[in-house]
Every structure is written in C-alpha cells, then in structure tokens.
C-alpha cells in the first residue's frame, strides 16, 4: 500500500520570497512517480511537477522545483518567489509504476501568500 | 482539445435517489478513475479503470458503481444517495502504459454534489 502525509495543514509566506511545502511517502514498490498538483479556489486540479524514484537529478518547472530525497522518502516542493497567484491548495501525490497503481493523493496544505 | 469533461457541475438530490456522473475524455487514455473530495481528507479515490471493460475498487468504493463500456466514458452511480455522499467529485485520466514515466493524471473540473 501507498501512503502520501503532508504536515502543514497550512503555510504562509512574503510575496517573492520562497517557501517549502513538506511531503513525505510510503511505499513498497521500486519504481514510483511522484506528483505535485496545485488546486486554486477556483477548485480545478492543474498538475505542477513529476519526479521519477530512479530520476537522479531534481526535477524542476519554472519556479517550481522538488527536493527528492529517497533515502527519507520525501518529496518537497519548493516554490520560488512566491506571487499572489500561487495562493491555493498543494497536493502531493504518488503512483506506482510497475503495475496498474492508482494515484495516491495526501491531505494537502494551504498556502497563502502575502504581499 | 476538450480534455476530461465532467457533467453535471452541480447537482442536488434527495436521500435516496438515484443519479449518474458522467465522465468522458478524448485523449485515448486507458486508466480513468473517480475521486471525491471532502474537506480536510484531500482527494480519496472511489473507483478507478485500466480499460474498457476493467474496473477496481478504490478507498471508498461503498455506495457508488462504476462501468467501462468504452475507452472514453467512465461514469459513476449513485445507487441510493445518503447525505454521506455530499461532496466534491473528479474524474481523471491518464495513459497507463508500464514503464511508462510522468502517466500524469489530468482532472475534469469537478461536480459539486449536495445531498439533503
């Protein structure tokens, strides 16, 4: 069984000043995807991030980056200078890739930027 | 392209009626799956599919059907609608091919649910 905690029910943070937003998973399987998805009040689910468990580099989109350390199994999101617009729910998510696995989300954290 | 198209957006019933959610998407994906979300509890899956003809349960399966007839449509049932049931439903999709990296999960925009 897969499971996704994410710690901070809610973060704040400055406008253009950089946050983290905690992940931390469980899994059994070797192979695994990890996801982070961004869900605005608006309530759609846009997809932000992907990082590979045998990818060695972290990924990075934009001013978006995950810190992947899998000895610990975590999956943090570190968001660059923050902007108004990145106020909104953070899910992670996993999913394994050696056989037909759902997608796994966890609790979420709430965001807020101030300016 | 339209993507994952989720009917209704709204919807209220009564405790005990019947209804269907429907799900359809257009970019030949095999896996589908339905979420709902609920306060505080994040997205928990219901019932997911891997093609036309396979389905699984989920965490929550309890008090929904689901069917996969065709490779674009994958609707949800509510057999018999309980104030439980109020919430926040996605379907979603993606290609599921082993092996194969990102399978990234793309969402409809959701259909609001209230049960009375």
């Known amino acids: ?115 | 392209n339209a993507g994952v198209t989720q009917t209704p957006k709204f919807q209220v019933l009564k405790t005990g009626q019947s209804m269907t959610l429907q799900c359809a998407q257009d970019m030949n994906h095999e896996y589908m799956s339905w979420y709902r979300q609920d306060p505080g509890m994040g997205l928990r899956l219901i019932h997911y599919s891997v093609g036309a003809g396979i389905t699984d349960q989920g965490e929550v399966p309890n008090g929904y059907n689901v069917s996969r007839s065709t490779t674009e449509d994958f609707p949800l049932r509510l057999l018999s609608a309980a104030p439980s049931q109020t919430s926040v439903y996605f379907c979603a999709s993606s290609y599921d091919r082993q092996g194969f990296d990102k399978n990234i999960q793309y969402f409809g925009a959701g259909t609001r649910l209230s049960v009375l």
């Open chain 1, 1 to 115: 069984a897969q499971k996704i905690t994410q710690t901070q029910p809610g973060m704040f943070v400055q406008e253009k000043e950089a946050v983290t937003l905690d992940c931390t998973y469980d899994t059994s399987d070797q192979s695994y995807g990890l996801f982070w998805y961004k869900q605005p009040s608006s309530g759609e689910m846009i997809f932000l991030i992907y990082q590979g468990s045998y990818d060695e580099q972290n990924a990075t989109e934009g001013r978006y980056s995950l810190n992947f350390q899998k000895a610990r199994k975590s999956a943090n999101l570190v968001i660059s200078a923050s902007q108004l617009g990145d106020s909104a729910m953070y899910f992670c998510a996993m999913r394994g890739l050696s056989g037909n696995t759902p997608l796994v989300f966890g609790k979420g954290t709430r965001l807020s930027v101030i300016a």
